[in-house]
């Protein structure tokens, strides 16, 4: 009896423990988006967070991901924002289609309203899972601590409250599907060793390939290393798990793909690659090269299979393959921003090796995948630089690095929590342990917030007052142009879409110039960027622009940012030019 009663009070202390840190999580993360957003004005602060919110709503609205236009202009294909794909006559989404299907369906079936605060909840669902996957692979007391981390973690954080990027969904289905496939292996243990029924390991199986198959949709890239670890684990508990239940597994996970794929034939007429040209362009090459190596001639040549893998690494790694210059990228971005989770991690891992105890299957197998998927998204995004910050010299959590990342500071999480957990029970008595690891923790999580608030220049409460900013400013540029304008413009067309079309551009390429040109024959058309100088403004003026039959004409000032009116210049009787 007392067995049982501790057996219940443990259940219902992690239950409270649960609700506890997901309820926090959420209302902190939530509250960003609850405190920036207006009603009639909602705005995001990347172009890929502008695009995935405005084609979640229209999915949720019409059901369609395909947006008219509205210019009729032989130059309408330039006359879009950035993460949108114009072809010709309609706007089109360029990236993923994994998070607005998703987003929008929920949407559709709740309220529009809601859709800022989806990644939060799966950001619970992620905390959640993350426990139960961390429990199970290492202990209850290794999952608290790492669950406790994963919810101040900034990375985490920052991306659930900017929640219009894929990422946190991502890594959400990955964690998922990861619980769900190491459960049904339990269950079939179980099951084998105890003569039960299977149907719970079959259920669990069909979750874990119906989530990864989404991670996927989510974000189709990742499969470039992705596919490989899948093969890794398929052979590794081929035996245990046979195959006939890999074929139901990858049935699901196949099932997944049908929306994502489906939308991006009729959109893109291909199902994997999406508005990403390049990307279709790999696929092709990479599974072409692929087969290929099969061919008897081509395995008994050498040159020619060094060739083939030539290729393919060229093909993969189209960002470039400088293992150096990802190293340097892997210091700033995880053991310079995150020196507490790096080193602790690393002990943890080191301690794992020496201590044969320990060693199981699944251990092992965790931690492999987690150094192999580490290797390859630091060598393969690392290899290419970003520069979502202003300042390239600047290592801030807002930089695409933390994001894509993601993957490799979760799996950090649980090494880590084992190394501080073990610390602490070398260096204090077992009766203080437990209160010494709460007190570091603690510790850690507020340092953790306190970097995702005020950290750097891209901290949420500073980014959240950019933003209130962005509202009067994007009021004031409303009042100055036409229901029925264009503004060219640099950054802002994030800001200026839907209320007005927009074209990303500069005065510097003479194509764009001549297509300003034609639009100016139809439509208003205005520039807003950087204030000119007074040489800069006059040779635009003068030499620059008038060849292309226009001129700008200043509108109006907002701090650093100036509104310019593109007007036509017209020739009169007696050959001079007027205004």
């Known amino acids: 009896m007392s067995r049982l009663f501790k057996f219940s009070n443990k259940i219902i202390l992690t239950g409270v423990y649960l609700i506890v840190i997901g309820s926090l999580f959420f209302t902190a993360t939530s509250a960003y988006q609850y405190c920036i957003q207006q009603p009639s004005f909602v705005k995001w602060s990347a172009p890929d967070e502008a695009a995935n919110f405005y084609f979640s709503k229209l999915y949720a609205k019409t059901g369609q991901f395909i947006s008219d236009n509205e210019i009729d202009s032989p130059a309408a294909e330039i006359v879009r924002p950035r993460s949108f794909k114009n072809n010709g006559s309609s706007l089109l989404p360029v990236s993923f289609l994994g998070l607005p299907i998703l987003y929008g369906t929920l949407a559709r079936l709740l309220v529009v309203d809601i859709l800022p605060f989806i990644t939060p909840v799966i950001g619970v669902l992620c905390l959640w899972f993350f426990f139960g996957l961390t429990k199970r692979v290492f202990n209850q007391s290794t999952g608290v601590v790492a669950t406790t981390l994963a919810a101040t973690f900034p990375v985490f954080v920052y991306y659930s409250a900017k929640s219009m990027f894929h990422n946190v969904l991502f890594l959400s289905m990955l964690v998922i599907g990861a619980y769900f496939g190491y459960r ?198 690392g290899s290419w630089k970003f520069n979502d910050n202003p300042d390239p010299n600047r290592f801030t959590i807002g930089n695409s690095y933390t994001r894509y990342w993601l993957p490799i500071y979760f799996g950090a999480l649980p090494w880590a929590a084992e190394a501080l957990r073990k610390i602490i029970r070398f260096l204090f008595r077992r009766q203080i342990a437990k209160t010494m690891v709460i007190v570091i923790v603690t510790i850690i999580g507020f340092y953790n917030l306190r970097f995702v608030a005020i950290g750097s220049e891209e901290g949420l409460i500073y980014t959240g007052q950019r933003q209130i900013k962005d509202y009067q400013l994007l009021a004031s540029v409303l009042r100055e142009t036409e229901a029925n304008s264009v503004i060219i413009t640099k950054y802002q067309d994030k800001l200026f879409f839907p209320e007005r079309q927009v074209i990303v551009g500069l005065f510097d390429d003479d194509n764009m110039n001549r297509y300003y040109a034609q639009i100016l024959e139809k439509r208003p058309v205005y520039y807003f960027n950087f204030k000119f100088t007074d040489k800069d403004f006059k040779y635009l003026n003068e030499r620059r622009l008038p060849p292309f039959g226009f001129k700008l004409k200043e509108v109006s000032s907002q701090g650093d940012f100036t509104l310019y009116r593109l007007e036509k210049i017209i020739e009169n009787h007696v050959g001079k030019k007027r205004r």
């Open 184 to 381: 049904a292996i339990e269950w079939w243990r179980d099951a084998k060793e105890n003569k039960l029924c299977s149907c719970l390991a079959l259920c669990s199986l069909a979750i874990s390939g119906l989530a990864f198959g989404w991670a996927i949709a989510t974000r189709t890239s990742e499969l470039l290393w992705l596919g490989p670890l899948f093969v890794l684990l398929i052979i590794v508990y081929f035996k245990e798990v046979g195959w006939y239940r890999w074929l139901w597994w990858g049935a699901w996970f196949g099932l997944a793909l049908v929306p994502m794929a489906s939308w991006n034939i009729r959109l893109h007429g291909s199902w994997y690659g999406g508005g990403y040209p390049a990307m279709s362009n790999s696929v092709n090459t990479i599974s072409q090269t692929s087969l290929s190596l099969f061919n008897w001639h081509n395995l008994t040549t050498s040159s020619v299979i060094a060739e083939k893998f030539t290729t393919l690494k060229d093909t993969i790694f189209y960002f470039g393959f400088w293992p150096r210059r990802s190293l340097g990228v892997f210091y700033h971005y995880c053991v310079e921003m995150f020196p507490w989770l790096m080193i602790l991690a690393a002990i943890g891992v080191i301690l794992f090796l020496f201590n044969r105890r320990q060693w199981s299957k699944d251990r092992w197998m965790f931690l492999i995948s987690w150094v192999l998927a580490s290797v390859f998204l630091v060598i393969y995004y």
